[in-house]
């Protein structure tokens, strides 16, 4: 048998190790937590920059207080109840209750006034949020593809795909839907959530009132690469939009004669490409997205890539290695050939 000082000093140094184990298998968990705080939040909804985002904001906010009005009341009866009627040497036991009239109004009406509080401004929000657009608003057709967003502008004459162009502080009007699968449209800062659905027109209508570039994504699962499903709004001043649409109507860049970007014109234009891509007055295919001015974007397939030479050689020649899934076939173009067509396309400001 041990003395009593070793014996002392034996557990201690157990319960030492066990708290040491406990955490280590305790860090990780809490180091995760800190870092998902850490920031930045590029997509966070709690910083709305459009009249919608902020009454979806406001109905947050208010039935956040109410959950945490009722969540203090709760726990605070437990753990009064928890210290009042605790067990004591000697006690007698408890007598039991049968009935309490006003016990049990009080606990009927306490949930119904709750829900009355919750559901009379989310009614509210729900019509002021759901009101048919003005007849001046900017109307966008968003459709969506996997895995790419394409944006019309139908009183505009613009086509585009993946960064939609926004004028400040004018109504918008979003018309979506899906040429496949459900998709989700959501830009957190300006534009709420909605179901993109293939057969069906779903609708968003706000007016952003701030300028700058916000993230968005797709936020319904859609197979390989949902993830790598993003866009990018950019709300620009009327003068800048404008001068964004008038770029976006006018004919594609031509390539003076005997220059690599003229050779690589030739060979998008008698190559696969055309069977997918329209470039105007070059090709009119359907089914990818629009390239007529491609260099004007900042991003490619899908807002996942930067635009520039090296990224866009790397996904025109392979895609499926790129982005898993992609309806865009792998290339495998002769150097030559993928240099002049990298060439022609990053041209076409």
């Known amino acids: 048998m041990l003395p009593s000082g070793r014996l002392f000093a034996t557990e201690t140094i157990a319960s030492v190790l066990r ?60 753990v009064y109840a928890l210290f009042r009627f605790r067990a004591r040497p000697g006690a007698p036991a408890p007598k039991p209750t049968h009935g309490h009239t006003a016990l049990e109004i009080t606990w009927t009406l306490a949930p119904v006034l709750i829900l009355v509080m919750v559901a009379v401004p989310t009614i509210r929000t729900i019509f002021e949020t759901q009101a048919p657009a003005p007849a001046d608003a900017v109307k966008i057709q968003v459709i ?95 003068s800048a939009f404008n001068a964004w649409v008038a770029n976006q109507k006018a004919p594609p860049v031509e390539p003076r004669a005997s220059t690599i970007q003229a050779t690589g014109k030739n060979t998008f234009a008698h190559g696969a490409c055309i069977a997918c891509h329209t470039i105007q007055g070059v090709s009119a295919g359907v089914i990818g997205p629009n390239l007529t001015h491609l260099a004007s974007r900042t991003t490619i397939a899908g807002a996942t890539f930067p635009e520039d030479s090296l990224d866009l050689a790397l996904w025109v020649n392979h895609a499926p290695q790129r982005k898993p899934g992609s309806v865009m076939m792998d290339m495998n173009l002769q150097p030559a050939d993928l240099q002049a067509i990298v060439a022609y396309l990053m041209s076409l400001k």
């Not at 007016?207 to 993830?227: I, L, N, P, V």
Request: glycine share 10%; proline share 5%.
């Open 19 to 78: 708290r040491h184990r406990l955490i280590q298998r305790l860090l990780p968990g809490l180091l995760l937590a800190l870092a998902a705080c850490a920031g930045p939040f590029p997509q966070s909804t709690l910083h709305p920059r459009s009249d919608l985002g902020f009454a979806i904001d406001h109905l947050f906010t208010g039935i956040f207080g109410w959950a945490v009005g009722v969540f203090v009341v709760v726990e605070g009866l437990l």
């Open 144 to 238: 969506g593809h996997q895995w790419w967003w394409e944006y019309r502008y139908p009183d505009l004459g613009v086509v585009t795909a993946n960064e939609l162009h926004l004028p400040v502080g004018k109504t918008i009007a979003l018309d979506m839907t899906s040429n496949d699968v459900i998709h989700s449209f959501w830009i957190p800062a300006i534009a709420a959530k909605r179901d993109v659905v293939p057969g069906h027109v779903n609708h968003i209508v706000f007016k952003a009132d701030s300028t700058g570039e916000y993230m968005g994504q797709c936020a319904e699962f859609c197979g390989d690469s949902h993830a790598n499903m993003r866009l990018r709004a950019f709300v620009e001043t009327d």
